[in-house]
């Protein structure tokens, strides 16, 4: 599934960048950056018809973003809840166990203390009570 998800990446970044050219290249009503970038090469390539072309193209591109937008959407949900199902949804690293230090290889560490737990209360023992 990876895979798929990287090559409509590739697609839709290919289609982004053809979409933003198309609107670029279409001529304005002020002639504006339409017409400074290429405006004119555009009536030399297609014809009378520049507008009808571009706009089509433009309308084209627009729904094939939408789309691949949401298909891609749709296929990073499938990949997060499988992930989850297998496990986890974040990767497990492995930590190597530090080696035990043996009091005889390591004089200079400090002994650990220790550690002491105070006695259970015995069931007999039971606080009295000032009537």
Do not use: C, W
């Not at 979409?19 to 290249?25: F, I, N």
């Not at 930590?95 to 230090?101: I, R, S």
């Amino acid at each position: 599934m990876g895979i798929v998800i990287s090559i409509l990446t590739f697609v839709l970044i290919l289609i982004s960048l053809f979409l933003s050219l198309v609107v670029l290249a279409q001529k304005s009503k002020d002639g504006g950056v339409g017409a400074a970038m290429g405006g004119g090469a555009a009536e030399a390539a297609f014809g009378a018809e520049t507008n009808n072309v571009l706009s089509k193209a433009t309308i084209n591109a627009a729904i094939a973003f939408f789309v691949l937008s949401f298909a891609l959407y749709l296929g990073h949900i499938y990949q997060r809840k499988h992930s989850a199902a297998a496990g986890s949804a974040l990767p497990t690293i492995a930590v190597p166990a530090a080696p035990a230090a043996s009091p005889a290889t390591d004089a200079s560490a400090p002994a650990a203390a220790p550690v002491e737990t105070p006695p259970a209360a015995s069931k007999t023992e039971q606080p009295k009570s000032n009537p």
